[in-house]
């Protein structure tokens, strides 16, 4: 997690932008799921003028959070795949899910306060590598204390993440994640998502695919319809 200072003026003119491009859609379209930007065609905000500039911010920290994993990135090209806004109403939610399209996920809050009302970002980890006792982290009066703090509470079975106004969140486009209710009847809850995708550098730079797959640029794209044409 990174808590970047955003500049107010910029904040107002990317919450008005985000309105203009959500129109008159509130919902995805069930009345109890927050509008994505990702199944309303707007799903290339880092191509839109008002972000580009914040969103190559948001992918430097990208870079940084590779190297703090021990990349190498002379060995890979990291790629914005898709960058989308979610806008969450009174009541709100997203429901449990994942990224498989992508390997790494971000989420940038344009507001909120810490507190969480507007809807805590809720992960689910994949394994409960520390519920030493199968059934542990149900509760319900087990040996877990119920006062421990939920950060030192390794074998809870999920974490939270509170939206702040200019707080980058990345995580493993593998994680399952959710966002609970928005609780705030005067607030929309505002965020950008990102997902993100590791590949090797372009053949003709050197780039080789031991593991990762090869560069975009470097594949073919084949017309089903007709297997001849190119
Ligand atoms: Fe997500």
Redesign the pocket.
């Known amino acids: 997690m990174v808590q970047l200072r955003p500049d107010p003026l910029d904040l107002a003119l990317q919450l008005q932008a985000i309105r203009e491009l959500q129109g008159f859609a509130v919902s995805n379209p069930d009345p109890g799921c927050a509008w994505t930007g990702d199944l309303n065609g707007v799903w290339q905000l880092h191509r839109h003028p008002t972000f580009a500039s914040l969103i190559s911010t948001l992918t430097g920290h990208a870079a940084a959070y590779l190297d703090g994993l021990g990349f190498d990135q002379t060995q890979l090209t990291l790629h914005i795949q898709r960058c989308w806004p979610v806008v969450s109403e009174l009541g709100q939610v997203?429901g449990r899910?994942?990224?498989p399209n992508a390997h790494l996920?971000a989420?940038y809050y344009l507001n909120g306060d810490g507190s969480g009302r507007t809807g805590c970002l809720r992960f689910f980890p994949p394994h409960q590598v520390n519920e030493l006792v199968p059934g542990l982290a149900v509760g319900h009066g087990g040996p877990i204390r119920a006062d421990a703090p939920a950060t030192t509470r390794w074998n809870a079975p999920w974490f939270d993440v509170a939206p702040r106004a200019g707080l980058l969140v990345l995580f493993p486009a593998s994680v399952d994640?959710a966002v609970l209710d928005n609780d705030e009847p005067n607030d929309s809850r505002f965020s950008i998502?990102l997902d993100l995708v590791l590949t090797a550098p372009p053949a003709a730079a050197g780039g080789t695919a031991e593991y990762l797959a090869p560069h975009p640029s470097d594949w073919l794209a084949l017309h089903v319809d007709d297997p001849l044409r190119e």
């Open positions: 997203v899910h994942r990224h996920s989420v994640h998502s």
